[in-house]
């Protein structure tokens, strides 16, 4: 498991390397939740997916992302709210079993 660096910013956006895939993030703040857009090599691959407390983002092999991305609350239980992102609430990047 990789802690993602995110940072108390409403939007922002990351490119990354896991598990040799060439990732852009995207994280942003609306109204109704926090959302992320996931891009692999340059294609999207996952948009505007809400994000919840321990609820996986990926969850889907068809989509072509080997491993899965999950927001973890460090004090309790709420989802995501980007005040709090790198402390309250970290990305973590689950690889997938081997």
């Known amino acids: 498991m990789q802690t993602i660096p995110l940072t108390a910013k409403p939007s ?5 390397t896991l598990a040799l895939q060439n990732c852009g993030l995207k994280v942003y703040q609306k109204n109704t939740g926090l959302y992320l857009d996931l891009y692999v090599a340059g294609r999207l691959v996952m948009a505007a997916v809400l994000c919840r407390d321990r ?6 092999a068809y ?4 491993g899965d991305l999950v927001f973890v609350d460090l004090q309790g239980t ?3 709210e980007y005040t709090g992102l790198g402390s309250r609430w970290e ?8």
Request: net charge negative; charged share 25%; proline share 4%.
């Open 12 to 16: 922002q956006t990351l490119t990354l």
């Open 91 to 98: 990305l973590r990047y689950v690889e997938e079993a081997s």
């Open 78 to 80: 709420d989802d995501p």
């Open 63 to 66: 989509l072509g992302f080997q």
């Open 55 to 60: 609820v996986f983002l990926v969850r889907q």
